[in-house]
T-cell receptor, first 111, second 113 residues
Framework: KQEVTQIPAALSVPEGENLVLNCSFTDSAIYNLQWFRQDPGKGLTSLLLIQSSQREQTSGRLNASLDKSSGRSTLYIAASQPGDSATYLC??????????FGQGTTLQVKP | NAGVTQTPKFQVLKTGQSMTLQCAQDMNHEYMSWYRQDPGMGLRLIHYSVGAGITDQGEVPNGYNVSRSTTEDFPLRLLSAAPSQTSVYFCASLGQGNTGELFFGEGSRLTVL
């Protein structure tokens, strides 16, 4: 059974810092991995999608990497801003299209 | 550009009542799904559908029914609400087949008294 773990559960950093969020999964037979952002009381917004054949994806200040063999992904946020404060979730997809989510990392960026 | 639309956004029910959460998407996605999100539990899959007329159970299906008569709509029915079903419910649809990006609705917050 696929399990997804995100560490740390919460993170507080000063504005301007670069930071890394971690995601690990137990079954390396995945189709893709997605990183989402969730603001309080809101739905999830997809940030980056990495196909199983890819090693990383970049969007602006965000970079996500994928190492299937070790069952790990990282989300790198450069030059963090207060507007980046949110909960970040990773999810992996198997061959049925069902996504298994981690419990998320809640990020606070202090001005 | 509607995307995935859920209604209602908020609902309070009494134990034993029934209701339907509506979900519609205008992206012609074949795959749609329902999740519930609870503190400390993350998002858990309730039911999903890979196309009109096809549905299947997810991780936590008990107490919920779904149907998929059209590509656009995927309603979630609570047959006899229980306090354990108090949660935030999210509908999502998947683009580009099984390997595409997942799009979420804004969520429906349900309280069962």
């Amino acid at each position: 059974k696929q399990e997804v773990t995100q560490i740390p559960a919460a993170l507080s950093v000063p504005e301007g810092e670069n930071l890394v969020l971690n995601c690990s999964f137990t079954d390396s037979a995945i189709y893709n991995l997605q990183w989402f952002r969730q603001d309080p009381g809101k739905g999830l917004t997809s940030l980056l999608l990495i196909q199983s054949s890819q090693r990383e994806q970049t969007s602006g200040r965000l970079n996500a990497s994928l190492d299937k063999s070790s069952g790990r992904s990282t989300l790198y946020i450069a030059a963090s801003q207060p507007g980046d404060s949110a909960t970040y979730l990773c999810a992996v997809s198997g061959n049925t299209g069902k996504l298994i989510f981690g419990q998320g990392t809640t990020l606070q960026v202090k001005p | 550009n509607a995307g995935v639309t859920q209604t209602p956004k908020f609902q309070v029910l009494k134990t034993g009542q029934s209701m339907t959460l509506q979900c519609a998407q205008d992206m012609n996605h074949e795959y749609m799904s329902w999740y519930r999100q609870d503190p400390g539990m993350g998002l858990r899959l309730i039911h999903y559908s890979v196309g009109a007329g096809i549905t299947d159970q997810g991780e936590v299906p008990n107490g919920y029914n779904v149907s998929r008569s059209t590509t656009e709509d995927f309603p979630l029915r609570l047959l006899s609400a229980a306090p354990s079903q108090t949660s935030v419910y999210f509908c999502a649809s998947l683009g580009q087949g099984n390997t595409g990006e997942l799009f979420f609705g804004e969520g429906s917050r349900l309280t069962v008294l």
